[in-house]
T-cell receptor, first 119, second 114 residues
């Protein structure tokens, strides 16, 4: 069972469409992430939210717009995407980083991903 | 920036046998986390095993164990008694202690043959 839930699992959209990807976790984690993954490649970090505030934006184009409405939810709004944006989009959550190793286990918990195809 | 290197793009193993995946990393940090993640064709990224750098003892999770060599900056994964369900892409990953960012290796595709 996944503790990070992503919807939809598959999404096909045209370049002029507006759509959203949704992610939900109930593990009490206060850090949430969006990753983009191309086939047979490692995930690439896009955004990090910490305590519901955008903490890291890895120079992602503005056609991707993240939103964190509350500590359990994370959205990724999509608009005017390009065919090269077709990929698997992974959501993840984790504890907040801490300098004391024993206070944190470190790992990210991933959802099953949303497979996006842009026509 | 941290660099994680997985030098084996693909590996094949017979069911019930053992396979070892290699991973090396480059860092100036003394405390950090290392992970092995598994991503089957079903695509969810699942944590296989975790190692804290300050712990000298190698982590073990059932059939999965690591050989952590801190001085050599090496973190290999051994899968014993391989099962068909172990077929997946395996990613080695590094994280600094007080950071959000995971640095992934390029991945190793493991195929378990019946």
């Amino acid at each position: 069972d996944t503790e990070v839930t992503q919807t939809p699992k598959h999404l096909v959209m045209g370049m002029t469409n507006k759509k959203s990807l949704k992610c939900e976790q109930h593990m009490g984690h206060r850090a949430m992430y969006w990753y983009k993954q191309k086939a047979k490649k490692p995930p690439e970090l896009m955004f990090v939210y910490s305590y519901e505030k955008l903490s890291i934006n890895e120079s992602v184009p503005s056609r991707f717009s993240p939103e964190c409405p509350n500590s359990s939810l994370l959205n990724l709004h999509l608009h005017a995407l390009q065919p090269e944006d077709s990929a698997l989009y992974l959501c993840a959550s984790s504890q907040i980083p801490d300098r004391v190793a024993s206070k944190r286990t470190g790992e990210l918990f991933f959802g099953e991903g949303s497979r996006l195809t842009v026509l | 920036a941290q660099t994680v290197t997985q030098s084996q793009p693909e590996m094949s193993v017979q069911e019930a046998e053992t396979v070892t995946l290699s991973c090396t990393y480059d860092t100036s940090e003394s405390n950090y986390y290392l992970f092995w993640y598994k991503q089957p064709p079903s695509r969810q990224m699942i944590l296989v095993i975790r190692q804290e750098a300050y712990k000298q003892q190698n982590a073990t999770e059932n059939r999965f164990s690591v050989n952590f060599q801190k001085a050599a900056k090496s973190f290999s994964l051994k899968i014993s008694d391989s099962q068909l369900g172990d077929t997946a892409m395996y990613f080695c990953a590094f994280m600094k202690l007080n950071d959000y960012k995971l640095s992934f290796g390029a991945g190793t595709t493991v195929t378990v043959r019946a």
